[in-house]
């Protein structure tokens, strides 16, 4: 993939400078010759144009808004958006992602741009009007201060309703740092880049293609993939959610050009109001609600669909909810001293005040919009005990944690963020185990099965035995080369990888299906170790960008420390705690910690698997020149950020 084809790309990417309103179209040939798209592409368009040490909201920080080869394909999933830039919700402030459904990325494509490439700051309110190819900043003064919900509907009504729209909230124009962006078919997008959007002053991005269909180089390999999908994905995605009680019956909303293989839903509740309930977006807030009200009602319908309009990310305000009920419960807050209802926490009047207090930053919602670490050194060090992960906050999420699923560590120690779509690579197949260790009729993945799939998945049979840390760096390995090729392909989570399907009588999906995707759409001869490739050379693009912007190896690739020390209690998602043990043998793992020790030692073969130094976890010229990384090695040396420099002296 050394070489950029014309199938599968726009062939352009459009480039906007706020402050000088310069509209410049480069080459997608540039980057997606070694980089693909998505991820891959904006992680080196980062690189070559941000620098390190500014912070998020700095003029200079560019907000990348990138396509794959996939983008408008029908039928694979793989019209997704890759928004990547330096986040204000990391702590410090470094390079993150987010990734966006729906259908203004295959827009985007349709109008001739296979990614946009913003920077500069606007002196007033504007938003971008991409029209089949043509460009113009439009005042934005009059939407500024609107919900996204009905900022999207004067732009359909004022630019027609097949016009897309992707836009920020009162939350992004404040700069919250859990400001989200929404797209049409409510596709949101996390990481704050949001607020990042508003401090560019810029409002929302509507795009408008002509239709037509992306050229494909080889239809007929083409029409044979697309077969093969279909007969592995022929069912409905089965994603087990524990201890879930509310199973939304709305509308399907598939995204573009997609079978709807998945939970994805429209939900309209009694007032009439209707949007995307599903996922973590439906489930954050029933338990409070639960708890509060003592019975099923649509109030965390309702808490979703208040983030949404306000632009917020349900992740952060999930966490902000539950540190706030830990710091009433200890003594640390009140109602009174807040303006906050917390001892209500659950209620519609609570989660009605602290999302408008956040969105506008109004009196104690002003700290809560700096983020939990701020957030706790203001109010007292007592409090920054109670933020879940202090003091290594990287927006971890519980659910996918190694006290429970080894792997999961290497994969949360090296990332920016929670990296939830390498955890669901363990998590989706491990819960469908688990119906079958239950002896549910919907369990068909034995634990044969499942060694079998983790053979060829996670690397080894020995991946899928969770009473030993054997096989679990070889693992992480291959599941972030085969999620970062993914990711800038783009393709959905929820279809990709095909690693189980319930209808054959093994049972196992294709870990090839990605690669011939590939090569039907662009014509380039690539197969499954090729693609793997591609995926590890965008996951050291991206290693880099976070060396130089202070991750500095072994030391920083850590845990929260309660992972170490407090013994799993039980698991938000899988509360027995069950798990395959030696020779398939079902076992629970509550009452486990990550062992310092076994994780060190995880970390050595990891560093082993990717050819970096293992006593520092700092890449290698040889190992990157390999991976045709050397103008990046070169630059990396100079700032003495790579490891054997003296190699080469």
């Avoid at 990325?105 to 938003?127: M, N, Q, R, T, W």
């Avoid at 001892?343 to 700096?370: C, N, P, Y």
């Avoid at 080894?406 to 955890?423: F, N, Q, S, W, Y």
């Avoid at 999906?509 to 693609?531: R, Y």
């Amino acid at each position: 993939m050394e070489e950029m084809t014309t199938y599968g790309y726009a062939g352009k990417i459009l480039r906007v400078d706020l402050t000088s309103t310069a509209v410049e179209i480069m080459s997608t040939s540039e980057y997606a010759g070694r980089f693909l798209g998505g991820r891959g592409m904006a992680a080196k368009i980062y690189w070559d144009e941000v620098p390190p040490y500014i912070d998020a909201f700095h003029p200079d920080n560019r907000l990348l808004f990138a396509t794959g080869p996939v983008g408008g394909v029908p039928v694979l999933g793989g019209s997704r958006l890759q928004v990547c830039g330096k986040s204000p919700e990391a702590f410090p402030h470094r390079f993150s992602y987010c990734n966006l459904g729906g259908r203004w990325a295959g827009e985007l494509k349709f109008a001739g741009f296979d990614a946009i490439v913003v920077h500069g700051c606007s002196e007033k309110p504007v938003y971008l009007y991409v029209n089949q190819g043509n460009v113009e900043l439009r005042d934005a003064t009059a939407l500024w201060g609107k919900g996204t919900f009905e900022t999207r509907e004067v732009l359909k009504a004022e630019l027609g309703d097949s016009v897309r729209v992707l836009t920020i909230g009162p939350a992004g124009e404040s700069r919250v740092v859990g400001a989200s962006l929404l797209a049409d078919n409510d596709a949101s997008g996390s990481a704050g880049m949001g607020a990042v959007m508003g401090s560019k002053a810029l409002k929302a991005i509507a795009v408008k293609g002509s239709p037509g269909k992306v050229a494909i180089a080889r239809p007929d390999k083409m029409r044979e993939v697309v077969e093969q999908f279909r007969r592995l994905r022929k069912d409905p995605h089965s994603v087990p959610m524990w201890g879930r009680e509310w199973i939304v019956t709305g509308k399907k909303d598939p995204c573009y050009g997609c079978t709807g293989y998945c939970v994805r839903r429209v939900y309209t509740d009694e007032e009439g109001k209707s949007s995307k309930f599903a996922c973590q977006a439906e489930n954050w807030y029933q338990l409070p609600a639960a708890r509060h009200y003592r019975k099923q009602t649509e109030v965390p319908f309702h808490a979703t669909w208040l983030c949404n309009y306000y632009g917020l990310d349900t992740w952060f305000v999930e966490s902000i909810t539950s540190w706030l009920n830990r710091c009433y419960r200890a003594g640390l807050m009140s109602d009174e001293e807040t303006g906050i209802p917390i001892s209500s926490v659950g209620s519609r009047e609570f989660i009605e005040i602290l999302t408008r207090k956040i969105a506008f930053r109004e009196g104690f919602g002003d700290i809560l919009a700096r983020g939990l670490v701020d957030a706790a050194e203001i109010t007292g060090a007592k409090t920054k005990e109670l933020i879940p992960g202090y003091p290594n906050l990287q927006g971890m999420e519980e659910g996918y944690e190694p006290r429970l699923y080894i792997t999961t560590g290497l994969l949360h120690a090296t990332e920016p963020r929670t990296p939830v779509a390498a955890c669901h690579e363990i998590c989706f197949p491990l819960g469908r185990w688990m119906n079958w260790a239950k002896g549910l009729e919907s369990g068909y993945l034995s634990s044969q099965a499942l060694r079998t799939m983790a053979e060829k998945f996670w690397g080894s049979q020995i991946a899928a035995d969770f009473s030993t840390c054997e096989g679990k760096a070889l693992a992480a390995a291959v599941i972030q080369d085969r999620e970062y090729a993914k990711e800038s392909m783009v393709l959905c989570d929820w279809l990709w990888p095909t690693t189980d399907v319930d209808h054959t009588d093994d049972h196992m999906g294709d870990p090839t299906l990605e690669s011939k995707v590939v090569s039907a759409i662009t014509g380039q001869d690539i197969d499954e170790e090729g693609l793997y490739r591609i995926g590890e050379r965008v996951f050291n693009m991206q290693r880099a960008v976070l060396v130089r912007e202070g991750h500095l190896g072994r030391e920083f690739d850590r845990l929260p420390d309660n992972w170490h020390s407090v013994p799993l209690p039980t698991n938000s998602i899988n509360r027995d705690c069950l798990v395959p043990g030696r020779d398939g043998e079902i076992i629970s793992r509550r009452g486990e910690v990550v062992d310092r020790e076994a994780f060190e030692k995880m970390k050595d073969e990891y560093y082993q698997i990717r050819r970096w130094d293992v006593a520092t976890g700092l890449q290698t010229f040889e190992q990157m020149s390999g991976l045709g990384l050397a103008d990046i090695a070169q630059e990396l040396d100079k700032l003495g950020l790579l490891a054997n420099r003296e190699h080469r002296r």
